[in-house]
């Protein structure tokens, strides 16, 4: 049974930095394109970044440059180190794993494309 838990939320002024974590448990292929997402009440859930097992990540156009995903494949453990944070960024952010045959995101971005999440962890910029 997959199970994701974040930490790393809190509180930042506009300006300032988080990082969040993501430790995956139950599992263990080492396949995983793994995903942070955020909602807020004004939004829906929208993907913020991904990466596949090899290190490869893909940003959304509003945090690039600001955000950094990376990944620790020993763990399968995801980082996302947020930088230059806005009141815009206050949202729930939330840890998704999709698994694959090859280690490769091909395209998954969309919330239906990852089947296991983790409850989330509030991220509040004011």
């Known amino acids: 049974h997959v199970q994701l838990v974040e930490s790393g939320g809190g509180s930042a002024q506009p300006g300032g930095s988080l990082r969040l974590s993501c430790a995956p448990s139950?599992?263990?292929?080492?396949?995983?394109?793994m995903a942070w997402f955020r909602q807020s009440p004004r939004n829906e859930r929208e993907a913020v970044a991904r990466?596949?097992?090899?290190?490869?990540?893909k940003y959304a156009d509003f945090v690039k440059g600001r955000f950094t995903v990376a990944k620790d494949n020993a763990k399968n453990a995801i980082y996302l180190q947020m930088n230059s944070l806005q009141p815009d960024d206050t949202a729930m952010y939330h840890c998704a794993l999709a698994h694959t045959q090859d280690g490769y995101c091909s395209g998954r971005w969309a919330e239906g494309d990852f089947g296991w999440w983790g409850p989330g962890t509030q991220v509040t910029v004011s």
């Open positions: 139950g599992y263990t292929a080492n396949l995983a394109c």
């Open positions: 990466i596949n097992t090899y290190g490869t990540a």
